[in-house]
């Protein structure tokens, strides 16, 4: 098995070494594995691990450390897989769901675009009816003053009629007396109007009504109606002998309204649409910020279990130093030059290495954790795949000018972009908001047509023939006493703004302290990491040294188990700072906004087809 992926598990052999002097019910026992091959042929596992009775006991000085791909290393069912940095930026492309919820919201706000422009789309309507009312009445409720004097007629009618009558009865008796003859009786009696009577007559009216209408609304907030009609009306009563010739009637008119004060003007009118689409560009450049953000994550999370797969290694070949000192140190005291305490001594420190190990595997299964929530689409319970890193450069260091650096930064970060995007949408609601605040004076009117004929055709006919024209104009306003509501609305509109100003503000002021910091971390990472390769160094000479003075019998067993401790601590902090060193390289990336251009990645244009064309509007 090849050196560099050395990463142990604890005791391979350390059971056996640790059996001599370790007491009946040790604190810990680790499972035995059978030594894999040193590199199995291509398409075949390794071997699998095996019950503690059923390995062979390992020797001493040929002890081997499982990998990564050993099975069941990091869990029962586990599998592993090496994957590219190139490959993690490909799917977190893809499947990272915290950019796939911003991408929607790319979708929702283009929505929201089309529904402000519906507002101007026309308005077809139309309707059909038929109705039929029948209106009982009284003959003496008089309900017009013609009524009154048709009454009074009547009755001076019947009273000549009357005093006629009577006349004519006693010029006929004044004829008889001088023919003497007897008078006559007349039995007729008088008329009488009997308005006093409750007669009742029951009018029975029929309509067939048509209408279609076309509205619309201009971004200066004039409406305009055009509309044409049609009604069929027939008007009889109870008992009503006539032939019965229906009215019909065709009619078309144009309305408009066009407001002068209130809600007059584009600000008024394509303030949904201008606020709509600031919506929409923010959330744009929100999205773009979040697969930057997400780009940057896995760049940095690559170098961490590049790291965590070094470190495990780093761990192995502390666990190997530890498993020879231990050996050595047997030989020795059974030479007679060590007592059992030095055996001991190295029997700790190899416990030691074995919790750092422990303490290593679980660093790297949390850095497994973060980039699977970068890469992955959801979470499959079948399987329990493991990534493993593969060796990758160092990021170049790239200059460190602050001034530049920051005007980069202005100009590119895409948050801070959207902040001032946000800003620009309450300038709009502000707009609106002083326009609310006048009263409402609209200037109305009409024109139309209307016909009357005996047939739909021919009522249609007079009425382009003009037969009876009409129209109107005049104004009409309202005004709200107390004001209230569009003072506060603007009252809110101004503290909206205030506090989009301040977001701005805000964001202007953790672009320059995201810079700084970036600049300063990667220069303190630099001169760590020199500090650190320095200490490395150091430590494996004194090691090295260690070792030939221990063998004369110059320095005690404990004074190079801390050689060799100070050793592999140095080797991680010199790992450590590598990593961090290009993390802060990645995150000066985020923070000037050139995540995409130093990936080579380019974003196109996340909206929908159906958009809306992207017009200029009057400002």
Not at 65 to 78: A, E, L, Q, V, W
Not at 312 to 321: F, H, P, R
């Amino acid at each position: 098995m090849s050196a560099r992926w050395l990463i142990p598990i604890i005791a391979i052999t350390a059971p056996a070494l640790l059996a001599q002097d370790a007491p009946a019910k040790p604190e810990f026992v680790t499972p035995k594995v059978v030594p894999a091959p040193a590199d199995p042929p291509p398409g075949q596992k390794a071997p699998p691990l095996v019950k503690e009775d059923e390995a062979p006991a390992p020797k001493q000085e040929t002890g081997q450390i499982p990998t990564p791909k050993t099975k069941n290393f990091f869990g029962s069912g586990s599998t592993t897989r090496t994957i590219k940095l190139g490959e993690a930026i490909q799917a977190a492309l893809k499947n990272n769901l915290d950019a796939r919820i911003d991408e929607a919201g790319i979708s929702l706000e283009q929505a929201r675009v089309m529904n402000a422009y519906g507002g101007f789309d026309p308005v077809f309507s139309f309707s059909a009816s038929r109705g039929s009312t029948q209106t009982p009445d009284s003959r003496n409720n008089i309900t017009s003053a013609d009524a009154v004097a048709q009454l009074q007629a009547i009755e001076a009618q019947i009273a000549a009629i009357n005093s006629n009558t009577a006349a004519n009865q006693a010029f006929t008796n004044a004829i008889l007396q001088a023919l003497n003859r007897p008078p006559l009786e007349f039995t007729t009696p008088p008329l009488t109007s009997e308005f006093d009577s409750n007669q009742r007559t029951v009018f029975d009216s029929e309509s067939d009504r048509g209408e279609v209408a076309i509205q619309a609304r201009s971004p200066i907030g004039t409406i305009i109606r055009a509309s044409a009609r049609v009604q069929k009306l027939t008007t009889t009563f109870e008992g009503d002998t006539r032939p019965i010739i229906p009215n019909y009637v065709a009619s078309t008119s144009i309305e408009f309204r066009q407001p002068l004060l209130k809600d007059f003007g584009f600000a008024a009118n394509l303030a949904e649409v201008r606020i709509a689409r600031k919506n929409r560009e923010a959330q744009e450049l929100t999205w773009k910020f979040r697969i930057e953000a997400t780009l940057q994550s896995v760049v940095a999370g690559y170098f961490d279990m590049l790291f965590g797969m070094n470190d495990l290694k780093n761990k192995g070949d502390a666990i190997t130093a530890g498993l020879k000192l231990v050996a050595h140190s047997t030989r020795r005291k059974e030479l007679g030059f060590f007592s059992p305490y030095e055996v001991k001594q190295a029997q700790v420190q190899l416990s030691f290495d074995r919790e750092n190990l422990l303490v290593s595997k679980n660093n790297f299964y949390a850095f497994q954790i973060a980039m699977k929530r970068l890469v992955l689409p959801d979470f499959d319970p079948a399987t329990n795949m493991v990534f493993l890193p593969e060796n990758i450069p160092s990021l170049k260091v790239p200059k460190l000018n602050r001034d530049e650096l920051l005007a980069i930064a202005f100009e590119k970060r895409l948050d801070y972009k959207a902040a001032i995007i946000a800003a620009e949408s309450e300038d709009v609601r502000l707009k609106f908001a002083r326009n609310q605040l006048w009263p409402q004076l609209d200037v109305v009117g009409s024109f139309g047509w209307a016909g009357l004929d005996s047939s739909y055709p021919s009522a249609a006919g007079q009425m382009m023939e003009g037969q009876a024209p009409s129209w109107q104009l005049g104004v009409a306003g309202s005004f709200p006493l107390g004001g209230i509501q569009p003072r506060s609305q603007l009252d809110a509109a101004k503290a909206r703004k205030e506090q989009a100003i301040l977001r701005v503000k805000s964001a202007e002021l953790e672009v320059g302290l995201s810079v700084e910091r970036a600049i300063q971390f990667i220069r303190t990472n630099q001169l760590r990491l020199e500090t650190a390769q320095f200490t490395t160094s150091a430590a494996e000479e004194a090691v090295r040294v260690g070792f030939r003075r221990m063998e004369e019998g110059l320095i005690s067993n404990f004074d190079l188990i801390e050689q060799q401790r100070r050793l592999y601590e140095a080797r991680t902090r010199e790992l450590n700072a590598i990593a961090e060193l290009n993390k802060s390289i990645t995150q000066l990336w985020l923070s000037t906004g050139t995540v995409l251009e130093n990936l080579n990645i380019t974003i196109g244009d996340p909206r929908p087809v159906g958009r809306a064309p992207a017009k200029k509007e009057p400002r």
